[in-house]
């Protein structure tokens, strides 16, 4: 039986805030659903990235929020839909990219879990992402580096091999595999003196 006492009911409000202080205080954006994918709690990092305030609370998730896929642009369901349905933990699909109330656009990681109540169903869910945009740029620039290298490392008429720490072949150019008979798939991997 629960205590009605007014010490009790002040105990749970007291909880209820720390909890509700909890969520506010965590770096990456949280959002919380109820069982119907209703927005019913969004910290202020999901302010932020989303664009909306607490005038999201009422709202269907996917009117708050937009996730498509950064190279075909298609809209990518929220992990949200399946962490209800099936009741566990769901990741974002890679390359996402998070569209905001003014259009912004973010490349974002995420996760959605299923909120259960004490009999055990599924009550909501809670999702959590963060903005790794900063990340894409740099994993975007690296990949353009590294096209570069290779383009030039193509163009060489001299023989040219690059090697792993244990000397491992790990790549070769046009020059390499003219010069020697060989093929790209009987080079790469194998020790440099065989």
């Not at 909880?15 to 069982?35: E, K």
């Not at 932020?48 to 996730?67: D, F, K, Y």
């Not at 995420?110 to 909120?115: Q, V």
């Not at 790990?170 to 010069?179: I, L």
Request: charged letters at 25%.
């Amino acid at each position: 039986m629960t205590d009605p006492s007014a010490a009790n009911t002040d105990a749970i409000h007291k909880q209820r805030d720390w909890l509700l202080m909890t969520l506010s205080s965590i770096g990456d954006a949280v959002i919380t659903t109820d069982s119907e994918a209703r927005v019913t709690f969004l910290n202020s990092v999901a302010e932020s990235l989303t664009g909306w305030t607490q005038e999201a609370v009422g709202q269907p998730l996917n009117s708050v929020i937009r996730i498509i896929n950064e190279e075909s642009r298609e809209p990518v369901e929220f992990p949200t839909a399946e962490a209800l349905r099936q009741g566990h933990t769901v990741k974002l699909a890679s390359h996402s990219l998070l569209i905001a109330k003014d259009g912004t656009e973010r490349s974002i990681s995420d996760s959605a879990a299923p909120i259960t109540n004490e009999t055990g169903e599924v009550a909501g869910v809670v999702l959590v992402f963060r903005d790794i945009s900063p990340r894409r740029e740099l994993e975007r620039a690296l990949a353009a580096s590294l096209a570069y290298a290779d383009d030039i490392i193509s163009t060489l008429r001299e023989p040219f091999v690059v090697l792993d720490v244990e000397l491992r072949v790990k790549t070769a150019n046009r020059a390499f595999y003219d010069t020697f008979h060989v093929s790209k798939e009987e080079t790469e991997h194998c020790s440099v003196y065989d």
